[in-house]
C-alpha cells in the first residue's frame, strides 16, 4: 500500500510543481524585440549607411582658402589671396534622388529583417513549447504508468497475481521514463536558447501552448517589393546621373598685391576653372548605371512572382493544417475518459495488460501526433506571415534614429 501511496504523493507534486510555475506566452518573449537588443541593433546599420549617403549627396562642397607668398631675389614681392568654391554639380539633383530612393529601400529591408527576427523568435518559442508540453504529456502518463505498475506489483507480492502484469507495466514506466528524460532534455535546451534571447524569462518560466490565429491578410505592398521598386526608382535615378557630362565650373576670387620696391599694387582676382569633356565622359558610369538598371528591374519582376505564389501557397497550407489541429483536438478531448474506462476494465478483470498497454500507447502516439500537426501548423502560420507586410509600428516604434 505504501508504494501506491508513493506513486500518489508524487503525480501530486508534479501536478502541484507544474501548476506553480510562471506561465510565459510568447508576447513575453517577443517584448524584448526593442532598439537596445543586439538583433535589432545589428539590422538598422544598412540604414544607417543609406542615410549616411544621402546627407553626403545633399550636402554642398566646401569653399577652399589660399594665400600664395611670392618672394624671390630681389625688390619685387608678389601675395595672392585666393578662395575658390565648387559650384554645385548638374547631376546633384539626380544623385540625390538616387540616395533617397536607397534609403526607402534600406527602410523596406529593415521592416523585412525586423519581421524575420520576429519569425525567428516565434519559431524558438513554438519550440520550446511544444517540447514543454510533450514532456508534461509523457510525464503524465509515466504517473499513471507508474501508480498503476506499484498496484500491480504489490497485488503480485501478496499472491493474488502472477506478476507477469506488474513486469510488463514496469518495462512499460521505463520505455515511459526513458522519452520523459528525453523530452526534458529537449525542453532544457530549448529554453535555454528562448533565453539567449531574452534573458529576463523567470527562472521557472512555463511556456503555454501559441494560439493558431486566423491568416493575416495579404498585401501587395510587401517590404521587399517596397525595396524592389524602390531600387528600380533609385537605378533610374543614378542613370540620369551617368549622363551628365558637363560638370560644373569652380569660382576663384581673390586679391593680390605686388610690391616693387617702395611701390605697392594691390588689385583684385576673379577665376574660373572647367574642366572640357574631351576624353572622360561618364562612358563607364553609363554602362554600369544600364546594367543596374536592368538587373534592379528583373529583381522587381522576379519578387512580384515569387510573392504571388508564396503568399497564396503559404494561406492554404495554414488554413488546412490549422482546420486539422482544431478536429484532433477536439476528438482528443475523449482521450482521458477512454483511458480511465480501460484501466478499470483491467483492474476489474474485464481487459488483458496487452489491451491496456496498446490502449496507453495508442493515446500517447495520438497526442504526442497532435503536437507534432500543432507544429506544423505554426511553421505554415510563420511562413505565410513571411509573404504578407509585417506592422507599422516595427518602424515606428523600435527602429527610430
Request: no cysteine.
Amino acid at each position: 500500500m505504501s508504494r501506491i501511496l508513493a506513486a500518489g504523493i508524487a503525480s501530486a507534486l508534479i501536478a502541484f510543481v507544474a501548476f506553480a510555475q510562471t506561465t510565459v506566452t510568447e508576447s513575453d518573449l517577443l517584448s524584448v524585440l526593442t532598439p537596445a537588443h543586439p538583433a535589432v541593433a545589428a539590422a538598422v546599420e544598412d540604414l544607417a549607411l543609406a542615410r549616411a549617403a544621402l546627407i553626403d549627396a545633399e550636402a554642398l562642397e566646401n569653399p577652399s582658402i589660399g594665400i600664395v607668398r611670392e618672394d624671390p631675389r630681389g625688390p619685387a614681392a608678389q601675395t595672392d589671396l585666393m578662395v575658390s568654391w565648387q559650384l554645385p554639380d548638374l547631376a546633384r539633383a539626380s544623385r540625390a534622388r538616387a540616395r533617397r530612393k536607397e534609403v526607402e529601400a534600406a527602410e523596406a529591408r529593415l521592416a523585412h529583417a525586423l519581421l524575420r527576427l520576429r519569425l525567428e523568435m516565434q519559431e524558438i518559442y513554438a519550440a520550446w513549447a511544444l517540447a514543454a508540453a510533450q514532456h508534461d504529456r509523457l510525464s503524465r502518463q509515466l504517473t499513471r504508468v507508474g501508480e498503476l505498475a506499484a498496484r500491480e506489483r504489490l497485488r503480485a507480492e501478496r499472491g493474488e497475481s502472477s506478476g507477469l502484469e506488474a513486469q510488463r507495466l514496469a518495462l512499460a514506466a521505463n520505455a515511459l521514463r526513458a522519452r520523459v528524460a528525453i523530452a526534458a532534455a529537449g525542453a532544457q535546451e530549448r529554453s535555454a536558447i528562448a533565453r539567449s534571447w531574452n534573458p529576463d524569462l523567470p527562472p521557472d518560466a512555463r511556456p503555454a501552448l501559441p494560439d493558431l490565429p486566423p491568416p493575416p491578410a495579404t498585401s501587395e505592398r510587401h517590404p521587399l517589393l517596397v525595396a524592389a521598386e524602390a531600387d528600380v526608382d533609385a537605378a533610374i535615378a543614378a542613370q540620369r546621373a551617368a549622363g551628365r557630362v558637363l560638370e560644373s565650373p569652380e569660382l576663384m576670387a581673390g586679391w593680390q598685391q605686388q610690391k616693387t620696391g617702395e611701390e605697392t599694387l594691390p588689385g583684385p582676382l576673379i577665376g574660373v576653372n572647367w574642366s572640357v569633356p574631351l576624353f572622360r565622359r561618364n562612358q563607364a558610369e553609363r554602362v554600369a548605371a544600364a546594367g543596374r538598371l536592368a538587373a534592379a528591374r528583373a529583381r522587381l519582376e522576379q519578387t512580384r512572382r515569387e510573392l504571388a505564389a508564396r503568399q497564396q501557397a503559404a494561406a492554404e497550407t495554414y488554413r488546412r493544417l490549422a482546420a486539422e489541429v482544431a478536429t484532433l483536438e477536439a476528438a482528443a478531448i475523449e482521450t482521458e475518459a477512454m483511458l480511465r474506462a480501460a484501466e478499470a476494465a483491467f483492474i476489474h478483470g474485464e481487459a488483458t495488460v496487452t489491451d491496456l498497454l496498446e490502449t496507453w500507447r495508442s493515446a500517447t502516439e495520438a497526442e504526442v501526433a497532435v503536437l507534432e500537426l500543432r507544429q506544423a501548423a505554426l511553421a505554415a502560420l510563420r511562413e505565410h506571415q513571411r509573404f504578407t507586410i509585417p506592422s507599422s509600428e516595427i518602424i515606428e516604434k523600435e527602429i527610430q534614429p
